[in-house]
């Protein structure tokens, strides 16, 4: 059984951090891209940032470059959200997402293969 299991969500100031986990089981980490996209009430879904893998190629968006850093452990099967300099427009459930091509995660449009269900990310002003 496939499972993405998002972790570290909470209330933070702005200006604050937080450290997201996804933790994943039932597939072939390797062989697959892993990203994060938050999707705010009444707002559509936004593709936060994504990593390959396997060569540990990442992407941005550009609201989130320079505060945020992606990243994973492979010998653990868990990807990273590390999130600085939090706005109150970060807030969000921020979701991680896997699916084998690096090139369209991120792209909000695009339904990656499997999605964990979610953790709230509460930044208050």
């Known amino acids: 059984e496939v499972q993405l299991v998002e972790s570290g969500g909470g209330l933070v100031q702005a200006g604050g951090s937080l450290r997201l986990s996804c933790a994943a089981s039932?597939?072939?980490?390797?062989?697959?891209?892993i990203g994060w996209f938050r999707q705010a009430p009444g707002k559509e879904r936004e593709g936060v940032s994504c990593?390959?893998?396997?060569?540990?190629?990442?992407y941005y968006a550009d609201s989130v470059k320079g505060r945020f850093t992606i990243s994973s452990d492979n010998a653990k099967n868990t990807v990273f959200l590390q999130m600085n300099s939090l706005k109150p427009e970060d807030t969000a459930v921020y979701y991680c997402?896997?699916?084998?091509?690096?090139?369209?995660?991120?792209?909000?449009?695009?339904?990656?293969?499997?999605w964990g269900k979610g953790t709230l990310v509460t930044v208050s002003s």
């Open positions: 997402a896997a699916d084998p091509i690096f090139s369209l995660c991120g792209s909000p449009s695009y339904e990656m293969d499997y």
């Open positions: 039932g597939f072939t980490f390797d062989d697959y891209a």
């Open positions: 990593i390959s893998s396997s060569d540990r190629r990442t």
